[in-house]
């Protein structure tokens, strides 16, 4: 299967706390996109890291890889209630075309 | 740049009618997705376009689904008859080449209710 599988289901932290969420996958990938979700939006690219990167960082977002262990972590520092949304990653399989979705994370940003 | 259009915003429709949604697509991209999502199911994808040509249908659920693109700027999925188990957020999404490594970017989607 091509999606991501993204742990946990769900977390609840402070503000200001760091929120980390993984990805698991089980192919050889291309590349990973990471993508938030807000309560009756559409997703939102957040960020990509090809396979040949281990670590990328986005303002307050930083995203490892891990190819030999198929995984993928997205790390949120000092978050702010504006975080609360849900965190979907899509492990992009060589000479794939289209993204599929795991059930993502669902992050709660307590202030 | 005024994004991926997706119209209506709601929809509510009794069973066995007619239902289609629209999406106009951002200026310039040549591929098109379409996503349906619902608590249980969660995301799923239901085809997806190429320089305006279908190249995977493949989960789309059944015969009442259908979905073209007449051209660069605009989509449609029809579902006839509509069911009940229909009701779903459809997203469309749109990138700017096929290839995986360019950013899918959502519409705010249709809520279709089919009672």
């Known amino acids: 299967s091509q999606q991501g599988e993204e742990d946990p289901q769900a977390l609840s932290i402070q503000e200001g706390e760091n929120a980390t969420m993984n990805c698991s996958y089980k192919?050889?990938?291309?590349?990973l996109q990471w993508y938030r979700q807000n309560s009756g939006r559409g997703l939102v690219h957040l960020i990509l890291?090809?396979?040949?990167?281990r670590e990328k960082h986005s303002g307050r977002l930083r995203v490892t890889l891990d190819t030999s262990k198929k995984s993928s972590s997205l790390l949120i520092t000092a978050s702010r209630a504006a975080d609360t949304a849900s965190y979907f990653c899509?492990?992009?399989?060589?000479?794939?075309?289209?993204?599929?979705f795991g059930q993502g994370t669902r992050l709660t940003i307590n202030p | 740049d005024a994004g991926v259009i997706q119209s209506p915003r709601h929809e509510v429709t009794e069973m066995g009618q007619e239902v289609t949604l629209r999406c106009k697509p951002i200026?310039?991209?040549?591929?098109l997705f379409w996503y349906r999502q619902t608590m249980m199911r969660g995301l799923e994808l239901l085809i997806y376009?190429?320089?305006?040509?279908?190249?995977?249908d493949s989960g789309m659920p059944e015969d009442r689904f259908s979905a073209k693109m007449p051209n660069a700027s605009f989509s449609t999925l029809k579902i006839q008859p509509s069911e009940p188990r229909d009701s779903a957020v459809y997203f469309c999404?749109?990138?700017?080449?096929?290839?995986?490594?360019?950013?899918?970017?959502f519409g705010n989607g249709t809520r279709l209710t089919v009672t």
């Open positions: 376009f190429n320089n305006n040509v279908p190249i995977d």
């Open positions: 999404a749109s990138s700017l080449t096929g290839e995986g490594n360019s950013p899918l970017h």
């Open positions: 200026s310039g991209h040549n591929s």
């Open positions: 192919t050889s990938i291309n590349n």
């Open positions: 899509a492990p992009i399989i060589q000479g794939a075309q289209k993204l599929v």
């Open positions: 890291i090809r396979s040949n990167e």
